[in-house]
Every structure is written in C-alpha cells, then in structure tokens.
C-alpha cells in the first residue's frame, strides 16, 4: 500500500534561517504532489503544486523540489519568519484523489 | 477566491445521536467534495469522495451507513455521522476541487475550517 513519509515530525530553527521538510513516497507514482499548511484546529491551506514532469518551483520565499526518481519532494522556506510557524503537510496526488502525510511541525524561533 | 466554509465549527453531543457537518463552496461551484478525518497529530485520513447529484464514493473501511453524505448541490455538501459514539470523535474537514478549465489548478483542493465533534 502507498507510504507517505515526512522526515521528521518536528523542525526547530532560527528565524532568518532557511527550514527544508522532506516528503517521501513508497509504492505510488502521483501525477503531481502539493504541500499544504496546517494551523493547529484549523484546515489545511494550499500552497504549492508541483508536477511530475517539474522539477522545481517558487512561490515567494518558499520553493518545491520533486524528485520522481527518488520517490522524494523538498519543501523549503527561505528566510523563515515566526508566522512560518505550522506544520506542513505533504500530499502526492493522482487524478483528483489526495494522500497526506503526517506533517512536519515548524517553529521559528525569533 | 476558492473560499470553502464549513458549519458548525465545534459540536458537542451525546453518544447515541446524529450530528450533520456542512461544507459550502462559496464562490465557485464544486462538482467535487471531499470529507476528511484527522486525529491528533496524525494525517488528514480521507473518508470518501462526494459528487455532486450521485452517490459518494467511500474508502475502504469507512462505513457508509454510518457516515451519510448528500451532495445536493454545486455548492452544498453534507456528513451525517449517524448514532455517534465517543470513538467518532474526531476533527472533520471538507474540501471542495476547482472544476477543470477553471484557474488555478484544476488538482488542487480547497479545504474547510474543519469541524470538532467530541461524542460524550
């Protein structure tokens, strides 16, 4: 069955400093994968798409790398402020149906 | 735009009674919806898929009788969780897919606030 695996399950760093999340998938080939943010008791907010045939893409300070090969995205914030502070959701997808991972939980310290 | 609202936000009930969950699109038409579970700190866990004017497409293990959803609209997607126990507690959340040909994307989904339902 499909395996969703985000690197770890909490990232603590400096503001200014750039965070980098790590999504990896097992046993599934998506069209494309999304990452989206997540404020606790609240729904997730999409933030970026990327297909399999993209390698990278930004938007603002953030940017997505998807590595089909490795079976792996990077998700990175650049510049983190402490608003970046959330967890980050990962979620490959094919056709119109989602699989989410269990998040990355970020915070920036000021 | 791409706004989804979902009411109540925060429910509480008796165990035993049913409790409807709304999801609305309010600025564009969706022909598909999508309720979600998550439990805590733990991923979104999709329940079934909701098309507008046919019967919803549940997951394996997702038991239909007990998670009634109607899609009676372009706009309207309900979740009855009938005879609710304390283990349906959890928080629900809906999202709604931009139709295709329609900007942005047309893979990506637009989530609701998400609902609490504590089952006492």
């Known amino acids: 069955s499909q395996k969703i695996e985000q690197n770890s399950e909490a990232l603590n760093i400096q503001e200014g400093k750039t965070a980098t999340l790590t999504c990896n998938y097992t046993n599934y080939s998506p069209a494309y994968l999304q990452w989206y943010r997540q404020d606790p008791g609240r729904g997730p907010v999409f933030l970026l798409l990327?297909?399999?045939?993209?390698k990278e893409k930004r938007k603002e300070r953030l940017k997505v790398t998807f590595d089909t090969t490795l079976k792996q995205s990077l998700f990175h914030i650049t510049a983190s402020q402490p608003a970046d502070s959330a967890t980050y959701l990962c979620a490959p997808g094919d056709d119109y149906k989602l699989s989410f991972g269990a998040g990355t939980t970020v915070t920036v310290r000021a | 735009g791409a706004v989804v609202s979902q009411h109540p936000s925060w429910v509480i009930c008796k165990s035993g009674t049913s409790v409807k969950i709304e999801c609305r699109s309010l600025?564009?038409?969706?022909?598909?919806m999508f309720w979600y579970r998550q439990f805590p700190k733990q991923s979104l866990m999709l329940m079934a898929t909701s098309n507008e004017g046919s019967k919803a497409t549940y997951e394996q293990g997702v038991e239909k009788d007990k998670f009634l959803i109607n899609h009676a609209s372009l706009t309207l997607s309900t979740l009855t969780v009938t005879s609710a126990h304390p283990e349906d507690s959890s928080f629900y959340i809906c999202s709604a897919r931009i139709p295709p040909g329609t900007v942005p994307s047309t893979d990506t989904q637009y989530f609701g606030p998400g609902t609490r339902l504590t089952v006492l």
């Open positions: 990327i297909r399999e045939n993209e």
């Open positions: 600025d564009f038409q969706a022909t598909t």
